[in-house]
């Protein structure tokens, strides 16, 4: 039986880490006795304004998670610091990211440090509603600095994008064409590229790749007025230039605050808006699919004649009209 909700939520502001890991096991229970309890949470989950939330994206073995604990090591000396890491085949598993985890060695047990790997599973589930939620713990739990450690997966990339303030990418350094494959949703999405692993790269290749996000960044306007995306070398074992993307977390975070029309709330009030639509159809949908005159409707279907059928279209919008 989890404890009241307010007792926890009181123990996580006061710093109780204990508490915090068990929010997280609560919003990942699958337990139908758990809904209820789960619902009491998310209502009084309120998001902080003051927090940063910051993507770290890029394909699987760019070096996300090297280059998390290279960064947050540093940063952790001032401020608290919570690592977030989305893996979506521990949907399936059900287990953490053991590679993940020992990447992140120097930070692992740092007390102003709070890791979590993400699991999508839960009965509120998909990674946005599960990473929304992870976020609004940390932020509960006053940790300054959110970093989101995403899968480098199409889909998830641009859930994620919706729920942070500052997208990160984590560039290979690659001769010809180094853009082909990024999306174009995930070129619009970030907000400084990292070309990263320098140290095992040719200076022309890595100044080819470079040069290409510089150009294309020319063609994409920037969400935000007035920033102009930096592109920078790291190596996660050779050249460390943690402290300049440091600098370049905290200029962007003060450019949002001196740029009022794009000011960090409106643009977190645009992504709830995305999320709220995004779960609207979700629910609606599962909804929809637990519907027993559904249900029954489509296995109708499966014993009936082929050269009986009409249409698709028009089946699907009998059995719709029959149910609304
Ligand atoms: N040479 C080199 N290897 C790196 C660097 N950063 C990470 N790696 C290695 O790249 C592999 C994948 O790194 P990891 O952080 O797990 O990548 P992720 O999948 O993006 O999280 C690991 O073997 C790391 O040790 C770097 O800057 N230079
Ligand atoms: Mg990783």
Known sequence: MFEHIHNTLEKIKQGDRRALSK??????????????TI???????????????????????????????????????????AVLSIDPASERSGGSILGDKT?????ANLENVFIRPSSTRGFYGGIAVHTYSSILLCEQAGYEYIFIETVGVG???ISVQHLCDFFVYLALPKAGDALQGIKKGIMEAIDTVVIHKTDLYDEKVILSTKNMFKESFSFIQSKHKGWTKPIIEHSSVQIDNSTQIISVIKAFFEHLQVSPSHDKIKNRALNVKHLIEHFTKQIWLDKLLANK????????LENSDAKAFYHPVIQAYKIIEALT
Request: hydrophobic share 35%.
């Open 155 to 157: 889909q998830t990339e």
């Open 293 to 300: 005159h559904y249900q029954d409707q489509i296995q109708r």
């Open 103 to 107: 990447r992140m060695q120097d930070i």
């Open 39 to 81: 619902l009491e949470l998310f209502a009084q989950l309120k998001p902080n304004n003051q927090s940063k939330r910051i993507a770290i994206s890029g394909v699987p073995g760019a070096g996300k998670s090297t280059f998390i604990n290279h960064v947050v090591h540093q940063l952790a000396q001032k401020h608290k610091v």
């Open 23 to 36: 929010a997280f096991t609560l919003i990942e229970s699958t337990s139908v006795s758990d809904h209820n």
